[in-house]
Nanobody, 117 residues
């Protein structure tokens, strides 16, 4: 079993920055992929960014060049640095982890990010 604890959400003005963190704990030897998804009201959950154990990264087009994903394997923690935030980035952000390519998805509880003046 894997537990995920997220932190770092909040209210920020357009153009501002936030950093999200997600720490994984439990029966973990290694983590294949760690990522962030978001879900805005009335919309489907969508991938924001993901990073593999080999540090191969993938970004959704709307956040490229503004968001940076990174991970600390020793701490089983993934980060999302969000810069130049826009109102359309407002959503609940969820941490996602898979232990192996074939394992189930584990989800965090979600953290609210609100971009508004």
């Amino acid at each position: 079993q894997v537990q995920l604890v997220e932190s770092g959400g909040g209210l920020v003005q357009p153009g501002g920055s936030l950093r999200l963190s997600c720490a994984a704990s439990g029966s973990i030897f290694s983590i294949y992929v760690m990522g962030w998804y978001r879900q805005a009201p009335g919309k489907q959950r969508e991938l924001v960014a993901a990073i593999t154990s080999g540090r191969i990264v993938n970004y959704a087009e709307p956040v490229k060049d503004r968001f940076t994903i990174s991970r600390d394997n020793a701490k089983n923690t993934v980060y999302l640095q969000m810069n130049s935030l826009k109102p359309e980035d407002t959503a609940v952000y969820y941490c996602n982890v898979r232990i192996s390519p074939s394992s189930q998805n584990y989800w965090g509880q979600g953290t609210q990010v609100t971009v508004s003046s």
